[in-house]
């Protein structure tokens, strides 16, 4: 008896502890419904009411055609849905007096923005979770598990991308980090390249990612005959949902194939960035020298063009990631070797690549939490001093078109504020490196 009381405690722990970060996200924040959220809004209204077919090269948008990936674009179509169907409410409140009658009002006049940042709240609360079964299992201690996921659900970097941008960046790479999960458990791995290209289906933005996880998969899932036959179902899944996810969109006069390649490279890929720049309001190495969102990545040095040699370092970055994990012999050990290498692909990227958004390290935040946790005592304050950087450069990029104040704080005395964080920025990732690589990994005299 005394162990299912301790489980019933959890269980309503855990649901108060969510039920509170739902009840904070919903709040309708004054001057959160416009930008982003007010082109998501121009998307699911128009969608909803034209169809998909066709959507993403139809002309008459009033903000900007689509950009963002298919599973997205229906997430979209579903708010909307949702919304336009709340009448299901009143029916509900006339037969069993629920919900209330002030929340059928409140919901008419905010649910519409509301059910646009639903998959974000999901993203956040199945992450917190995620971390929170990542930690219990590995450390075994309850305690550090359940701070952990108070962490997540309460972190203010997540509250302000989700409540306050309205943004999805964070269920995108909750699929990623869960893909990297299976790949660990036998019975499952089947599903893991599945639940990646769910990740970049929803935001491409775990893309960098794509190099390591197929070489962690592959090595560890060997060259049996069973992993063959598993990678070849997962690549039947994966062209499955692929023909699932477009075909809404997709034009049947036309070539399927010619239609995907169409949305993905005339959409998707050149309408979400833009001109390329050195720095897209992203602070990292290319704001510590030149002007935020000025200087074009077309700019020359020593004949190579910034976007070359962003390039050449996210090759880089992958050789020695790829490499560290190749070499390494050891088994069935500390999940901190993997979290490490996503957060150092993820965040050098988003550190030495041109042409990054100040929301492109979203690969990298899980890790560090995870690595914050798993080992608060080597990684716990660097990762909460970056965990701080990254809030500063989404706040800063949120509001600086709007209040003159925190453009000219970060912007006074030529971007000094902006140097100065890029500068703190990439120290405290060589810092986290050296930690990790001068304990954790294992030197030929150790094999």
Same mark, same amino acid.
């Given at each position: 008896?005394?162990?299912?009381?301790?489980?019933?405690?959890?269980?309503?722990?855990?649901?108060?502890?969510?039920?509170?970060?739902?009840?904070?996200?919903?709040?309708?924040?004054?001057?959160? *419904?416009? #930008?982003?959220?007010? $082109?998501?809004?121009?998307?699911?209204?128009?969608?909803?009411?034209?169809?998909?077919?066709?959507?993403?090269?139809?002309?008459?948008?009033?903000?900007?055609?689509?950009?963002?990936?298919?599973?997205?674009?229906?997430?979209?179509?579903?708010?909307?849905?949702?919304? *336009?169907?709340?009448? &299901?409410?009143?029916?509900?409140?006339?037969?069993?007096?629920?919900?209330?009658?002030?929340?059928?009002?409140?919901?008419?006049?905010?649910? *519409?923005?509301?059910? +646009?940042?639903?998959?974000?709240?999901?993203?956040?609360?199945?992450?917190?979770?995620?971390?929170?079964?990542?930690?219990?299992?590995?450390?075994?201690?309850?305690? &550090?598990?359940?701070? @952990?996921?108070?962490?997540?659900?309460?972190?203010?970097?997540?509250?302000?991308?989700?409540?306050?941008?309205?943004?999805?960046?964070?269920?995108?790479?909750?699929?990623?980090?869960?893909?990297?999960?299976?790949?660990?458990?036998?019975?499952?791995?089947?599903?893991?390249?599945? +639940?990646?290209?769910?990740?970049?289906?929803?935001?491409?933005? @775990?893309? $960098?990612?794509?190099?390591?996880?197929? $070489?962690?998969?592959?090595?560890?899932?060997?060259?049996?005959?069973?992993?063959?036959?598993?990678?070849?179902?997962?690549?039947?899944?994966?062209?499955?949902?692929?023909?699932?996810?477009?075909?809404?969109?997709?034009? *049947?006069?036309?070539?399927?194939?010619?239609?995907?390649?169409?949305?993905?490279?005339?959409?998707?890929?050149?309408?979400?960035?833009?001109?390329? #720049?050195?720095?897209?309001?992203?602070?990292?190495?290319?704001?510590?020298?030149?002007?935020?969102?000025?200087?074009?990545?077309?700019?020359?040095?020593?004949?190579?063009?910034?976007?070359?040699?962003?390039?050449?370092?996210?090759?880089?970055?992958?050789?020695?990631?790829?490499?560290?994990?190749?070499?390494?012999?050891?088994?069935?050990?500390?999940?901190?070797?993997?979290?490490?290498? &996503?957060?150092?692909?993820?965040?050098?990227?988003?550190?030495?690549?041109?042409?990054?958004?100040?929301?492109?390290?979203?690969?990298?935040?899980?890790?560090?939490?995870?690595?914050?946790?798993?080992?608060?005592?080597?990684?716990?304050?660097?990762?909460?001093?970056?965990?701080?950087?990254?809030?500063?450069?989404?706040?800063?990029?949120?509001?600086?078109?709007?209040?003159?104040?925190?453009?000219?704080?970060?912007?006074?005395?030529?971007?000094?504020?902006?140097?100065?964080?890029?500068?703190?920025?990439?120290?405290?990732?060589?810092?986290?490196?050296?930690?990790?690589?001068?304990?954790?990994?294992?030197?030929?005299?150790?094999?």
């Amino acid at each position: 008896m005394a162990k299912n009381k301790i489980s019933l405690k959890k269980i309503a722990l855990f649901l108060l502890l969510t039920f509170i970060a739902i009840g904070v996200r919903i709040i309708p924040f004054p001057g959160t *419904e416009k #930008r982003d959220l007010l $082109v998501h809004y121009d998307w699911s209204k128009i969608i909803y009411k034209q169809g998909l077919k066709d959507i993403y090269f139809k002309s008459d948008w009033s903000y900007s055609p689509p950009t963002q990936p298919p599973l997205m674009m229906l997430s979209f179509w579903t708010s909307r849905h949702l919304y *336009e169907n709340r009448y &299901i409410l009143s029916e509900l409140h006339n037969s069993i007096h629920l919900p209330p009658s002030s929340f059928i009002i409140w919901f008419d006049e905010h649910g *519409e923005y509301l059910l +646009l940042r639903l998959w974000a709240i999901a993203g956040d609360i199945l992450s917190a979770f995620l971390i929170y079964f990542i930690v219990k299992k590995y450390l075994k201690k309850q305690k &550090i598990a359940l701070t @952990s996921f108070i962490f997540m659900l309460f972190n203010p970097l997540s509250l302000f991308e989700t409540t306050i941008w309205g943004q999805n960046d964070i269920i995108s790479t909750f699929f990623v980090y869960l893909a990297f999960v299976f790949v660990s458990h036998k019975s499952a791995v089947v599903f893991s390249p599945l +639940l990646f290209l769910v990740g970049l289906f929803v935001k491409p933005t @775990s893309l $960098v990612l794509l190099p390591f996880y197929v $070489v962690f998969l592959l090595k560890n899932s060997g060259v049996k005959t069973s992993s063959l036959q598993k990678i070849f179902i997962s690549i039947i899944l994966c062209l499955g949902l692929t023909f699932i996810a477009f075909k809404p969109f997709v034009n *049947e006069k036309n070539n399927y194939i010619k239609e995907i390649k169409n949305i993905v490279v005339n959409r998707m890929a050149p309408s979400s960035k833009g001109v390329s #720049r050195a720095s897209n309001s992203a602070f990292n190495i290319y704001s510590l020298i030149y002007d935020l969102d000025k200087t074009l990545g077309s700019k020359k040095i020593l004949s190579l063009s910034l976007d070359s040699i962003g390039l050449i370092a996210f090759v880089l970055i992958n050789i020695i990631s790829i490499r560290y994990l190749v070499i390494h012999k050891k088994q069935n050990q500390s999940p901190i070797h993997l979290f490490f290498l &996503i957060f150092f692909i993820s965040e050098a990227t988003f550190l030495f690549m041109t042409g990054m958004l100040e929301r492109y390290f979203f690969p990298a935040f899980l890790a560090s939490v995870l690595l914050m946790f798993l080992d608060y005592k080597n990684f716990g304050m660097y990762i909460i001093i970056q965990n701080i950087i990254w809030f500063l450069n989404l706040f800063y990029s949120y509001y600086q078109r709007e209040i003159p104040w925190i453009k000219d704080l970060f912007e006074m005395n030529y971007f000094l504020l902006i140097r100065l964080l890029s500068l703190a920025s990439i120290i405290n990732f060589v810092l986290i490196c050296r930690i990790y690589f001068k304990k954790y990994f294992p030197t030929k005299n150790q094999y």
